[in-house]
């Protein structure tokens, strides 16, 4: 169980080794514990009693969950990557189930912007991962009903559950999700512009180059952009990298 900002996720994600395929990502919100539950520091306490609940509650053999997310952005690693959630019944083969921490039906809980923004990223890291488009990439809950049929959209009445939530991104349908939130995963990405962006890019992205000492190379690349003995090196990578 580790505790994650989005940068230092982004650099885990790619650092582990998935052994089974990968199609999907399955987007949640966790109900209760709910916003007023979260106190800035206890994100780990919640992710124990979440684990707990799903294995001596619900039979579970962990936590069903693969990471969650909270109001701060913070990410919280559960379940191994290599097993199978247990978060849609019927679509979890193939999938990675994130859970957003709160209650995200209309009158409950706000998003912030914090956690906002880290869903997306987040969503956006996976997605470039695997090699996933976000149109079909990307699922709710709520396009699943009781007995495990695919709906396609969220129908009250039939739905297993409103989950994400029925203000999730405004709104937890096929048309919400395509109105408000893919957008903001199919935006391009930005220029890179800090030293450790740069030193990801090369390893992860489609150059690969294998940099040892991650840490030491991304303090060279910074310290060479603002050194004018060095700064046409910093520049020159700075083109390689954003006309990828």
């Known amino acids: ?125 996976l997605l470039d991962r695997f090699g996933l488009d976000a149109k079909t990439g990307v699922v709710y809950h709520a396009w699943w009903s009781s007995d495990q049929k695919a709906l396609g959209t969220y129908v009250p009445g039939k739905s297993v559950k409103t989950c994400p939530g029925t203000a999730f991104f405004g709104g937890n349908t096929r048309e919400a999700f395509e109105k408000n939130l893919l957008p903001l995963l199919e935006v391009k990405k930005t220029l890179l512009e800090t030293g450790n962006d740069i030193v990801w890019e090369l390893m992860n992205g489609p150059l690969k180059v294998q940099i040892s000492e991650v840490q030491k190379a991304v303090k060279a690349l910074d310290q060479a952009k603002n050194n004018p003995e060095y700064n046409s090196l910093y520049w020159i990578i700075y083109k390689i990298v954003n006309n990828r």
């Not at 089974?20 to 994100?43: A, C, M």
């Not at 679509?91 to 921490?101: F, K, P, Q, R, V």
């Open 1 to 125: 169980m580790k505790l994650l900002s989005v940068e230092e996720f982004k650099g885990y994600i790619f650092s582990l080794k998935v052994t089974r395929s990968v199609n999907k990502i399955q987007l949640h919100h966790t109900w209760e514990p709910s916003y007023d539950n979260f106190n800035g520091s206890n994100h780990l306490a919640l992710q124990k009693g979440m684990r707990n609940h799903h294995v001596n509650t619900n039979g579970y053999s962990d936590i069903a969950q693969h990471f969650t997310i909270f109001p701060d952005g913070k990410i919280c690693t559960g379940r191994n990557i290599n097993s199978i959630p247990a978060g849609i019944k019927g679509a979890n083969t193939g999938a990675i189930c994130i859970e957003c921490l709160g209650n995200f039906d209309v009158g409950g809980d706000v998003m912030t912007v914090e956690q906002k923004n880290a869903i997306v990223s987040v969503v956006k890291i």
